[in-house]
């Protein structure tokens, strides 16, 4: 149910994360199931709003961590909306 759940949202989860999640929700409604999914889908966009650093891709302006060689030192309110790109959602976006 998470992988139609998850249908049009960029994700780069596995087949085996989807069971996992099913194992890990058993006994969850479809609209509890629902609610994860708009919860992790979202977790990616408030971590563009927190970040001190981002960086260029060949997608666009993604945030980016210290260990990053080209990261640049800016708020998300200064970076072009044009060119931000919110990351895939992950199975992290989900623990």
Not at 10 to 19: A, G, H, I
Not at 23 to 33: L, M, P, R, T, V
């Amino acid at each position: 149910m998470f992988s139609q759940k998850m249908t049009g949202t960029p994700n780069n989860l596995t087949q085996s994360d989807f069971k996992r999640l099913g194992k890990q929700s058993e006994g969850y409604s479809g609209s509890d199931i629902q609610n994860v999914v708009t919860e992790a889908s979202l977790l990616p966009l408030r971590n563009i709003t927190k970040a001190k650093l981002f960086k260029q891709t060949p997608d666009g302006i993604v945030p980016a961590t210290s260990s990053d060689s080209n990261a640049v030192s800016c708020t998300f309110d200064q970076v072009d909306p044009n060119q931000l790109t919110c990351p895939p959602v992950t199975m992290a976006d989900f623990e």
